[in-house]
Each structure stands twice: as structure tokens, then as C-alpha cells.
């Protein structure tokens, strides 16, 4: 009961203890790590709420729209405030609004540095960015976040792939780039146009145009002439490496930051 009470509080803009709940180990159960292409992580937690509060800081912090709070480090309660009276909501439904994450690991560990209020949300990716750094050392890495790893619906999973092929192979985001440049400019306006309402900042446009032309495009994209046409060599790029996605679960260490005895 007392869990459902504090999710409640913090769906109405409370922000969540540094102290982890007496059931952090039904949590941290909830979450699993695999490294789906070298260098590519996803985080597996099928509950959209905790996936959302363990993503929302270092995706805001990545790619918002807001100025106020990309690359900056900014309080939980503050971009909940903000979050609502955005989408003129009296809860917060960030959870609803966004199914999948990704964020490359230099923008995750910029945000680390700069949390003034860090919660138990904050020590579970700290302890999931841990346990990657032992695999990859200094090597750069991505991070997505999804509710599966099997290919239940692959469309998510690929979505977020091609973020992080377009960050973590030149290759990969030199031939999209190229695709980029050739599209027709009103296709190129118009879904530029179309991501930047749906929330997106400026800085991650090319990425998200590749990506969802590269695995599939939803509403309102489907209405822009000539779209589906335009999809065909970013699918071929970005199948050329699709091949070679092969979940490899990794236990994740969270005795580094938290203590779940």
C-alpha cells in the first residue's frame, strides 16, 4: 500500500526519497540489462511508469525541448511542474506519453554530475552505468530503454537500435546523413516540423528522421506525400545492420550504489 501511495504522490508532482522503498528488490527485479549490439545497452523494464521515472531525468537532460532544462541540471519537482502544465494535465503522464528511451553515455554521466536532488530512480541508473563501464571501460556506449528484449514487437526495439547506431558507428550515421540530404525538402521540412511538436529538441532531429524512417513511421508522418517512398534506402541501411542485433543479457551489479540487502 505504501508503494501505490508514493507512486500516487509522485504522479501529482512529489519527488521520490534518495532512500530506496522497503521493496527496492521487487524493483530492481523488474529490470534487466542486455547489450543488444556492441556497444548498444538496453534496459528491460516492461512497467511503463518505472521505466519512465528511472529514464525521465537523462532523457529531459539529453534531448528536451525545453531549454530550460536540456543539458542543465534541473529538479525532479521542477520539470514535473513544468511537464504538466505542458500538457495541461493534473498528473503526470510522462509514463503515457513516451514508450521508449535512448541516450548516449556521455550526455547520461554530463547529466550525473549535475542531479541536485538525487533519488533511488537517480542510484539505479547510477549502478546500471556502473556495471556497463566495467564491460566497455572509456569506451563510448548507448543506452535505450524498452519494455522487451525478445522481439515481441520488434518496431521499438529497432527504433531505439538506430539511435544508437547513428552514435556509436560513423559508418551507420555517414550513409543516413546522405540519405538525409537527399530527401525531398518538403519531406525533410515536414517531418522536421512534425518531431519538433512531439516533443523533441532541436539538437536530435536528424537522428530521430533517420530512425523512424529507417524502422517505421507512425501518425501524423503517414500523411506527408511521398513518405513511404522516402523510407526505402534508410531501411536498407539500417537492415544491413538489423542483422546482427543479438540480445546478451549482463547481471546487473547493484551493490555500487544500492543497497538492497
Given at each position: 500500500?505504501?508503494?501505490?501511495?508514493?507512486?500516487?504522490?509522485?504522479?501529482?508532482?512529489?519527488?521520490p526519497?534518495?532512500?530506496?522503498?522497503?521493496?527496492?528488490?521487487?524493483?530492481?527485479?523488474?529490470?534487466?540489462?542486455f547489450?543488444?549490439?556492441?556497444?548498444?545497452?538496453?534496459?528491460?523494464?516492461?512497467?511503463?511508469?518505472?521505466?519512465?521515472?528511472?529514464?525521465?531525468?537523462?532523457?529531459?537532460?539529453?534531448?528536451?525541448?525545453?531549454?530550460?532544462f536540456?543539458?542543465?541540471?534541473?529538479?525532479w519537482?521542477?520539470?514535473?511542474?513544468?511537464?504538466?502544465?505542458?500538457?495541461?494535465?493534473?498528473?503526470?503522464?510522462?509514463?503515457e506519453?513516451?514508450?521508449?528511451?535512448?541516450?548516449?553515455?556521455?550526455?547520461?554521466?554530463?547529466?550525473?554530475?549535475?542531479?541536485?536532488?538525487?533519488?533511488?530512480?537517480d542510484?539505479?541508473?547510477?549502478?546500471?552505468?556502473?556495471?556497463?563501464?566495467?564491460?566497455?571501460?572509456?569506451?563510448?556506449?548507448?543506452?535505450?530503454?524498452?519494455?522487451?528484449?525478445?522481439?515481441?514487437?520488434p518496431?521499438?526495439?529497432?527504433?531505439?537500435?538506430?539511435?544508437?547506431?547513428?552514435?556509436?558507428?560513423?559508418?551507420?550515421?555517414?550513409?543516413?546523413?546522405?540519405?538525409?540530404?537527399?530527401?525531398?525538402?518538403?519531406?525533410?521540412?515536414?517531418?522536421?516540423k512534425?518531431?519538433?511538436?512531439?516533443?523533441?529538441?532541436?539538437?536530435v532531429?536528424?537522428?530521430?528522421?533517420?530512425?523512424?524512417?529507417?524502422?517505421?513511421?507512425?501518425y501524423?508522418?503517414?500523411?506527408?506525400?511521398?513518405i513511404?517512398?522516402?523510407?526505402?534506402?534508410f531501411?536498407?541501411v539500417?537492415?544491413?545492420?538489423?542483422?546482427?542485433?543479438?540480445?546478451?543479457?549482463?547481471?546487473?551489479?547493484?551493490?555500487?550504489?544500492?543497497?538492497?540487502?
Amino acid at each position: 500500500m505504501a508503494y501505490i501511495k508514493y507512486t500516487l504522490l509522485e504522479q501529482r508532482g512529489f519527488s521520490p526519497s534518495k532512500k530506496p522503498p522497503k521493496n527496492i528488490n521487487n524493483i530492481l527485479s523488474q529490470i534487466e540489462l542486455f547489450e543488444m549490439y556492441p556497444k548498444i545497452f538496453a534496459l528491460v523494464i516492461k512497467d511503463d511508469r518505472l521505466r519512465a521515472r528511472v529514464f525521465m531525468r537523462y532523457q529531459e537532460f539529453y534531448e528536451s525541448d525545453s531549454e530550460t532544462f536540456r543539458g542543465k541540471g534541473f529538479k525532479w519537482y521542477d520539470y514535473v511542474k513544468y511537464y504538466k502544465e505542458k500538457t495541461k494535465k493534473d498528473y503526470f503522464s510522462y509514463h503515457e506519453d513516451w514508450a521508449g528511451y535512448n541516450i548516449p553515455c556521455d550526455s547520461i554521466e554530463s547529466c550525473m554530475k549535475l542531479i541536485p536532488d538525487i533519488n533511488y530512480y537517480d542510484l539505479i541508473m547510477f549502478s546500471v552505468i556502473d556495471t556497463i563501464r566495467e564491460i566497455v571501460g572509456n569506451d563510448n556506449f548507448y543506452l535505450i530503454g524498452i519494455d522487451q528484449s525478445n522481439g515481441e514487437d520488434p518496431s521499438l526495439i529497432f527504433h531505439e537500435v538506430a539511435h544508437g547506431l547513428y552514435y556509436s558507428s560513423p559508418n551507420y550515421k555517414n550513409k543516413q546523413l546522405k540519405n538525409i540530404e537527399r530527401l525531398n525538402p518538403n519531406i525533410r521540412e515536414n517531418l522536421s516540423k512534425k518531431i519538433s511538436t512531439m516533443g523533441y529538441g532541436e539538437n536530435v532531429i536528424n537522428d530521430e528522421i533517420q530512425a523512424y524512417l529507417s524502422t517505421g513511421v507512425d501518425y501524423p508522418m503517414t500523411a506527408i506525400k511521398g513518405i513511404k517512398e522516402a523510407q526505402i534506402p534508410f531501411k536498407e541501411v539500417f537492415d544491413s545492420y538489423a542483422g546482427k542485433i543479438k540480445p546478451k543479457k549482463i547481471k546487473i551489479d547493484w551493490s555500487t550504489d544500492l543497497n538492497n540487502d
